[in-house]
């Protein structure tokens, strides 16, 4: 299977800031990465596909980049809606695998 | 616009079965592979399986294989989560969520949780 690394697990900072989470495939997985959102009591809500591909209706201060094994998400500038987990998921093989997730927290 | 609605909440005794349902609509039911997935409390996100509907074919994590079982009918829209066995592990919220020829996940359920209490 395909391990799924995020960093870091909890991340602090304010509205305003510019973040990045990182994602490491245990193994090359081309682009086929995904990103998505979740808010406590929440299904989680798709935002990156293809490692860069935005989805329609996500705001464009989300951004994916990376292949291979080593993939980011960045937030350029944090908003109120912005305070929640992150999961980075592989499609490239099965089993598809979830990052453990990181926690974006207001500072 | 794309619904998924799951079927409510479970509480089951361990060794007991649960089935979850998942029913479409919105777009053409055999055109979207369906995913399962599932989180227990304050837990991440878990990838159980992939149900094709157009032609019924699966694909199960290791870890499940021999307890879950994922189904369609295509007359209702409608995709069918079993897992047997239950223990308190189970304990979860369950999703479906739907993806094109099983590639990034588009559209979620609302979810379904399972209790597995004695």
């Known amino acids: 299977d395909i391990q799924m690394t995020q960093s870091p697990s909890t991340l602090s900072a304010s509205v305003g800031d510019r973040v990045t989470i990182t994602c490491r495939a245990s193994?090359?997985?081309?682009?086929?990465l995904a990103w998505y959102q979740q808010k406590p009591g929440k299904a989680p809500k798709l935002l990156i596909y293809?490692?860069?591909s935005l989805e329609s209706g996500v705001p464009s201060r989300f951004s994916g980049s990376g292949s291979g094994t080593e993939f980011t998400l960045t937030i350029s500038s944090l908003q109120p809606d912005d305070f929640a987990t992150y999961y980075c998921?592989?499609?490239?093989?099965?089993?598809?695998?979830f990052g453990q997730g990181t926690r974006l927290e207001i500072k | 616009q794309v619904q998924l609605v799951q079927s409510g909440a479970e509480v089951k005794k361990p060794g007991a079965s649960v089935k979850v349902s998942c029913k479409a609509s919105?777009?053409?039911?055999?055109?979207?592979?369906m995913h399962w997935v599932r989180q227990a409390p304050g837990q991440g996100l878990e990838w159980m399986g992939i149900?094709?509907?157009?032609?019924?074919?699966?694909s199960y994590a290791q870890k499940f294989q021999g307890r879950v079982t994922m189904t369609r009918d295509t007359s209702t829209s409608t995709v069918y989560m079993e897992l047997s066995s239950l223990r308190s592990e189970d304990t979860a919220v369950y999703y479906c969520?739907?993806?094109?020829?099983?590639?990034?996940?588009?559209?979620w359920g609302q979810g379904t949780l399972v209790t597995v209490s004695s």
């Open positions: 969520a739907s993806s094109v020829a099983g590639t990034q996940m588009d559209y």
């Open positions: 919105g777009y053409t039911f055999t055109s979207y592979y």
């Open positions: 149900i094709n509907p157009s032609g019924g074919s699966t």
């Open positions: 193994q090359s997985i081309s682009s086929w």
């Open positions: 293809k490692a860069s």
């Open positions: 998921q592989q499609y490239n093989s099965y089993p598809f695998t």
